[in-house]
T-cell receptor
Framework: DGGITQSPKYLFRKEGQNVTLSCEQN?????MYWYRQDPGQGLRLIYY???????QKGDIAEGYSVSREKKESFPLTVTSAQKNPTAFYLC????????????????FGPGTRLTVL | KNEVEQSPQNLTAQEGEFITINCSYS?????LHWLQQHPGGGIVSLFM???GKKKHGRLIATINIQEKHSSLHITASHPRDSAVYIC?????????????FGTGTLLAVQP
């Protein structure tokens, strides 16, 4: 089955530690995204990538880093510089519309809930 | 003020009721999405629309571009419809498919 997988589902981290969240898709989508969700707020974009080996900062990139070495994979590292990392993290992907610079709808993964102890 | 506003924030309904969730936005868009998020956290895309109306099963989504408003309707609601419903808008073509999200409407359908 095609889809997006995120692992782990739950993650606990001690203060000062870096942690990497996994996101893999087998939908052959060009673009991938990382969002953060906090109670009472809409999803906020952390980073996005439209093509392999290229990515751009979203609205709240500070304290996060990403890589896009393969089309299928877009891991997110939450660094110790992120002051308030406890949140629900969602990965998404979308297909570029043929011959156009815009994209189709986004498909979301199941999410990773990160808690800093 | 948020660029995407949803109402109500919370909604409780009895099974079988007709439900309407509203979304208003203040920016130009090329498309509007309705998403469903269940308690486990995963998000499912329900609709993507840029004009008119779409229907899928008991769900109907409408959009009025001139009024910058969209509604999501659920007919014959069921407890399994209980979830957070999120409205998101996409800036005009040529942009990077960045979405602007509303804060969601928490729906609880009681048996």
């Amino acid at each position: 089955d095609g889809g997006i997988t995120q692992s782990p589902k739950y993650l606990f981290r001690k203060e000062g530690q870096n942690v990497t969240l996994s996101c893999e898709q087998n939908l052959n989508h060009d673009a991938m995204y990382w969002y953060r969700q906090d109670p009472g707020q809409g999803l906020r974009l952390i980073y996005y990538s439209q093509i392999v080996n290229d990515f751009q900062k979203g609205d709240i990139a500070e304290g996060y880093s990403v890589s896009r070495e393969k089309k299928e994979s877009f891991p997110l590292t939450v660094t110790s510089a992120q002051k308030n990392p406890t949140a629900f993290y969602l990965c998404a992907s979308s297909m570029r519309l043929a011959g156009m610079s815009s994209y189709n709808e986004q498909f979301f993964g199941p999410g990773t809930r990160l808690t800093v102890l | 003020k948020n660029e995407v506003e949803q109402s109500p924030q919370n909604l409780t309904a009895q099974e079988g009721e007709f439900i309407t969730i509203n979304c208003s936005y203040s920016v130009g868009i090329s498309a509007l999405h309705w998403l469903q998020q269940h308690p486990g956290g995963g998000i499912v895309s329900l609709f993507m629309l840029s004009s008119g109306k779409k229907k899928h099963g008991r769900l109907i989504a409408t959009i009025n571009i001139q009024e910058k408003h969209s509604s999501l309707h659920i007919t014959a609601s069921h407890p399994r419809d209980s979830a957070v419903y999120i409205c998101a808008v996409r800036p005009p073509r040529g942009a990077t498919n960045k979405l602007i999200f509303g804060t969601g409407t928490l729906l609880a359908v009681q048996p």
